[in-house]
T-cell receptor, first 111, second 114 residues
Framework: RKEVEQDPGPFNVPEGATVAFNCTYS??????FFWYRQDCRKEPKLLMS???SGNEDGRFTAQLNRASQYISLLIRDSKLSDSATYLC????????????FGTGTRLLVSP | DVKVTQSSRYLVKRTGEKVFLECVQD?????MFWYRQDPGLGLRLIYF???????EKGDIPEGYSVSREKKERFSLILESASTNQTSMYLC?????????????FGPGTRLTVT
């Protein structure tokens, strides 16, 4: 079983739609969770951290469910510029800030 | 603004050649990382370093070595390149133990081994 699993998509949505991605992780000792964004042919960049209490940043909301070991990302009012691959990232708490990256979920927002 | 630069965007090498990939960060970060990214496999950690002259193996260190002689520079070395090392190589840095999760990536080097 992969440490971090994501649906690769693509998710095709029209502008203005709400879209949600989930990600599951296998190590119950994992402590820190993040969403990164990667544009086509570009490097990954941190989008937001995921806290136990949830985290909201504008149109983006991240949630953590420790009992079921999944993380979610909700994007409201999708923009064309949201088209990218979203990487779920977990710190498995193995003694150093090693991160485990999911393979990503691709989002395509169309006019 | 944090900047991580990599020596080449595209590189083509022949099987058996020794290959050096250079990474430089300008924000005095303690930690530096080398990943490779392949379709369907995501980013996989090759090596990382948390201090000058220190290095730790990641998940896929075979066929690679690293060097960190100065804090700002982290080099990845392919001792004898093979075709299965064709990939996108990404370098990253991060400030320290408190800032788990925010890694700053360079633009990547797309290496092709023929």
């Amino acid at each position: 079983r992969k440490e971090v699993e994501q649906d690769p998509g693509p998710f095709n949505v029209p502008e203005g739609a709400t879209v949600a991605f989930n990600c599951t992780y296998s190590n119950s000792a994992s402590q820190s969770f993040f969403w990164y964004r990667q544009d086509c042919r570009k490097e990954p960049k941190l989008l937001m951290s995921v806290y136990s209490s949830g985290n909201e940043d504008g149109r983006f909301t991240a949630q953590l469910n420790r009992a079921s070991q999944y993380i979610s990302l909700l994007i409201r009012d999708s923009k064309l510029s949201d088209s990218a691959t979203y990487l779920c990232v977990v710190n498995p708490n193995t003694g150093f800030q090693k991160l485990v990256f999911g393979t990503g979920t691709r989002l395509l927002v169309s006019p | 603004d944090v900047k991580v630069t990599q020596s080449s965007r595209y590189l083509v090498k022949r099987t058996g050649e020794k290959v050096f990939l250079e990474c430089v960060q300008d924000m005095d970060h303690e930690n530096m990382f080398w990943y490779r990214q392949d379709p369907g496999l995501g980013l996989r950690l090759i090596y990382f370093s948390y201090d000058v002259k220190m290095k730790e193996k990641g998940d896929i260190p075979e066929g690679y070595s690293v060097s960190r002689e100065k804090k700002e520079r982290f080099s990845l070395i392919l001792e004898s390149a093979s075709t299965n090392q064709t990939s996108m190589y990404l370098c990253a840095s991060s400030p320290g133990h408190r800032d788990v999760g925010e890694q700053y990536f360079g633009p990547g080097t797309r290496l092709t081994v023929t």
